[in-house]
């Protein structure tokens, strides 16, 4: 039950930062479109969310952009491209402070299996936060490999005319077939579940010094 709404909203406000981005950097494509917004059911990729529910990691929908439109293109494309993983990455550190702060891990099973037992709310939101900042760590960390339709990819826009645009985005299913690939093969997991791990217990270390 915890998964679904975490994995929905980290999905939904990494794309709103994406268009809040590209909005102060001057294209408001993403409003014209209705996808301003941190609206989880506006973002959602059909096949990007099955995948994150079967494998654990996932995508939502681009938000589209306008190179044209865009202030000084080189800098207003990378800040759109890291404003949704970097958005992630403030999301799971505030919930980790919370979740490690408010000692909440003592009531979720999701980490712990012999948690303390409370009323159904308390372990259900120590769940929600728990998973909420792996999902958002997820996301965050994921969207930094360069493959399309992830965001870092979207940095070699940057230098791409429409010309070369067009037959990016016509590859972009190889970009997918790549990502599902590295799924299935385990090559993804090798990678995130050291820094999910360190991440982890940088927060708890962080605990620790005040103590």
């Known amino acids: ?3 679904i709404p975490a994995v929905f909203f980290a999905l939904g406000l990494h794309e709103w930062a994406h268009a809040y981005a590209a909005v ?12 301003y917004t941190p609206n ?3 973002h959602v990729d059909p096949v990007g969310l099955t995948v994150f529910f079967l494998f654990g990691f996932g995508w939502s929908r681009p938000i589209p952009i306008n190179p044209i439109r865009i202030k ?9 491209a890291l404003a949704g993983p970097f958005f992630n990455l403030i999301l799971a550190f505030a919930t980790g402070i ?3 702060g408010l000692r909440l891990f003592q009531y979720s099973y999701f980490f712990n299996i ?3 037992n409370s009323s159904f709310l308390v372990m259900y939101f120590a769940d929600l936060m728990g998973y909420f900042m792996v999902v958002n760590l997820v996301v965050c960390v994921f969207n930094l490999f360069p493959v ?3 965001d870092a990819s ?3 826009m940057a230098y791409m005319t429409s010309k070369h645009m067009k037959i990016v985005i016509q590859y972009q299913i190889y970009g997918i077939l790549l990502l599902l690939i590295l799924i299935i093969l385990g090559t993804v997991s090798l990678i995130m579940d050291p820094v999910i791990t360190g991440f982890q217990n940088s927060i708890i270390q962080l605990f620790g010094w005040f103590k």
């Open 1 to 3: 039950m915890v998964r």
């Open 24 to 35: 102060k950097m001057g294209d408001d494509t993403a409003k014209k479109l209705k996808r």
């Open 40 to 42: 989880p059911f506006k």
């Open 72 to 80: 000084n293109k080189f800098w207003g494309i990378l800040i759109i």
């Open 98 to 100: 919370i979740f490690y």
């Open 114 to 116: 012999n948690a303390s």
């Open 148 to 150: 399309m339709p992830l």
């Open 154 to 156: 979207k940095i070699w």
